[in-house]
């Protein structure tokens, strides 16, 4: 089998993906353990209030690692459409019943630029569209660099 297309020309079978960089991974999970340890240590002196903050906080770290574990790669993408994994599962669809865009949304009273993956329903159900929000954090790069990629791929 060749990576020619029926017109001669050659197709990324392949795709591309995005999700959490690897080392974000690895420092949650650094800090997890942090947090136990630290939890524990408190605990031993006494000082349970400070012990059970940081149980709290070694358990936030653990469940920021497990979603980003579980869940990379977010988005995968080729010349047939895109793949967007969820907690509720991944849903393919094809590039006809996808709307691509990039949203600047003010935060904190800082400007957040996420991707915006608008999935329609393919059988034409309006029960089966959903909106998917990517930041940077998910796609573990900047979502104009995403859009751009992904405008390519559509061709």
Do not use: C, H
Request: glycine fraction near 10%; aromatic fraction near 6%.
């Amino acid at each position: 089998m060749d990576n020619l297309s029926t017109n001669g020309q050659p197709v990324d079978n392949l795709g591309m993906t995005w999700g959490p960089r690897r080392a974000v991974i690895a420092a949650t999970g650094v800090l997890a353990i942090a947090g136990a340890v630290g939890a524990t240590l408190y605990g031993r002196e006494g000082d349970r209030i400070g012990a059970l903050l940081l149980w709290l906080v070694a358990l936030l770290f653990v469940a920021l690692t497990a979603y980003a574990s579980l869940l990379n790669p977010r988005l995968f993408a080729n010349q047939y459409g895109v793949a967007v994994r969820t907690l509720k599962g991944t849903r393919e669809v094809d590039w006809q019943y996808v709307e691509v865009r990039v949203k600047t949304t003010r935060r904190l009273g800082r400007d957040t630029r996420t991707l915006e993956l608008e999935l329609a329903s393919q059988d034409g159900g309006a029960a089966d569209s959903e909106l998917v929000v990517l930041g940077q954090f998910e796609l573990g790069a900047e979502p104009d660099d995403v859009l751009e990629d992904l405008n390519r791929l559509r061709g």
